[in-house]
């Protein structure tokens, strides 16, 4: 999800698509678009379910929301951070007290100042219970923002004030090192607040109310067609933007894709935009053109642990040792990606020796735990099981999907069904717990551990969907949050994930790495470590 769902298409009509597109590539003009100047040609594999920047889960949205909304701070292409609409950040001794100081020059696209008030608004919002925010959990560092989320304190008590229409003072419940870095992601960005307050549906379509203050504007958005973005006149650094036009097809087929990319209609595919095909990562080994590099990120399975069947401990764990991870890799990925052992990658910043949880591919430890799920449940044959595995509808979702079946079916004796659904109806079914094993992707909102274990502090929380929740878990992730020292702290959050993946509510597959091909003279489409693409940094040679 989040940020942090990844996908990857599936075949569909190419002429369907083509006609729905209706652009050419590189700084060509594209009749659509009706533009002068440079134009970047992009796809993505479905509609973005929200561009709210405090209600968008998926990577699909963020990455059109890092285009359009500009948060405090930004995160470099070496993962550094640096400053965006704040000018100026002083941080108090005991590191508690954040002082942002905006720009002059920061202006939305409708001519308006950007204040501190239209931060504070927009952080409140999304803790605001109604507003039903899945990453609100996000904003639990600040003071106050988890009592309030909670229905147990007040929107006033909350640690956000805008001191003045330039000033914004932040207060922490502890210190918390990567706060700056939470200040660049997306649900940390704001929103006007004159114009959210007329109109609570600003953000369902582009139009004038849908109003941004990043390097580009909402110019278009046909829904399940395509959307385009217009460098804004109104952003404080525009002669830093180099493209003037992007065109962001949604393209289900990431087969189509790379036709439309190989014929010169794409200029890029790649995450966190349209996933390279795997029927191409070999033709684009061959010619070298394409591009891996490690992202922190991880694919998985979750078990929904209020199932009859998912609720036993043991089953889960047969399920996840019987999984062929390397196989898998070798034989039908093919991205050099590495096999999980977690729920968080080994790119995160502390965890490079990650503890071994279980043995991949253990037949042997998998069979001795079904048999004891089956006692447990009271199930005599293992062909009894019937196992819904839920997938969106993608090519290498199903491929992976297609993969494991026949393993847990020949080597457990299982049965298992792929349910396959539309991105949009998989959201809802996953998130409704209308799921036995759903596959899923998460990608860090910021280079720390928390960003993926945080998901499962409590059950309701949105990104969490297992339905699992620990004691002991969530008094390793306090001590953390309280902790100052750093090998403390780390210790504390190895401790939680051990505790997590000794219950086994989830099964890590690998880790990601990132694929992508761009067209020849196009650069800063090189996704960094959190799988990020800033577009504001994108140049096209003439």
């Not at 962001?248 to 790649?270: K, N, P, V």
């Not at 196989?327 to 093919?334: A, F, S």
């Not at 989830?506 to 067209?519: G, M």
Request: aromatic share 10%; with cysteine.
């Amino acid at each position: 999800m989040k940020k942090n769902f990844l996908w990857v298409a599936i075949l569909a009509a190419l002429t369907l698509v083509l006609g729905a597109c209706g652009f050419g590539g590189g700084d060509e003009k594209s009749e659509d678009s009706k533009s002068d100047g440079k134009t970047l040609n992009l796809s993505i594999a479905s509609e973005p379910p929200s561009l709210h920047p405090q209600l968008a889960t998926d990577t699909q949205s963020g990455s059109i929301l890092n285009g359009v909304f500009e948060g405090l701070t930004r995160v470099d292409e070496k993962g550094e951070v640096e400053n965006a609409i704040a000018e100026d950040v002083k941080v108090s001794d005991d590191k508690l007290t954040y002082t942002f100081t905006l720009r002059d020059d920061a202006k939305w696209s409708n001519g308006d100042q950007v204040t501190a008030g239209d931060f504070e608004y927009a952080w409140k919002w999304a803790l605001e219970p109604k507003n039903a925010s899945q990453y609100s959990y996000i904003f639990y560092a600040i003071k106050g923002a988890e009592a309030y989320n909670t229905g147990k304190g007040k929107a006033d008590a909350v640690g956000v004030k805008a001191i003045d229409d330039k000033t914004l003072e932040v207060t922490l419940n502890n210190p918390t090192p990567y706060f700056l870095e939470l200040t660049a992601f997306y649900s940390y960005m704001p929103i006007n607040k004159k114009v959210a307050e007329k109109n609570d549906k600003w953000y369902a379509d582009a139009g004038e109310d849908y109003v941004t203050n990043g390097p580009y504007t909402l110019k278009e958005w046909k829904h399940n067609d395509k959307v385009t973005l217009a460098k804004s006149d109104s952003y404080w650094d525009k002669d830093s933007v180099d493209v003037d036009t992007i065109n962001i097809a949604m393209i289900e087929s990431s087969a189509t894709a790379s036709r439309m990319f190989e014929s010169g209609d794409l200029d890029f595919l790649g995450s966190p935009f349209q996933s390279v095909s795997l029927d191409k990562i070999d033709t684009y080994k061959k010619d070298k053109s394409l591009q891996i590099s490690d992202i922190a990120s991880v694919y998985l399975y979750k078990f929904n642990t209020k199932d009859d069947v998912m609720k036993n401990k043991n089953i889960r764990k047969a399920l996840t040792l019987a999984i062929n991870r390397q196989g898998l890799i070798d034989n039908v990925i093919k991205g050099e990606q590495k096999p999980a052992n977690g729920i968080v990658p080994m790119s995160i910043n502390g965890w490079d020796s990650q503890q071994t949880f279980f043995k991949d591919n253990d037949m042997k430890g998998a069979k001795e735990a079904l048999a004891k799920g089956m006692k447990e449940l009271g199930i005599k044959n293992a062909s009894d099981i019937n196992i819904k595995l839920s997938i969106n509808t993608d090519e290498a979702h199903a491929a992976i999907a297609q993969y494991v079946q026949e393993g847990w079916h020949k080597n457990l004796g299982v049965n298992v069904t792929i349910d396959n659904s539309e991105w949009q109806v998989y959201l809802d079914k996953v998130d409704g717990g209308d799921f036995e094993v759903a596959r899923m992707g998460w990608t860090a909102d910021y280079n720390d551990s928390t960003s993926f274990l945080d998901l499962y502090t409590t059950a309701d929380n949105g990104n969490n969907q297992t339905g699992w929740e620990s004691k002991e878990y969530q008094s390793l992730m306090a001590k953390a949050q309280k902790e100052t020292d750093v090998e403390k702290r780390l210790a504390f959050l190895q401790k939680a994930e051990a505790v997590f993946m000794a219950d086994y509510p989830a099964a890590p597959i690998y880790d990601y790495t990132s694929l992508f091909v761009v067209k020849d003279g196009i650069t800063g489409m090189e996704p960094d470590v959190l799988g990020n693409i800033n577009l504001k940094d994108v140049k096209i040679a003439k």
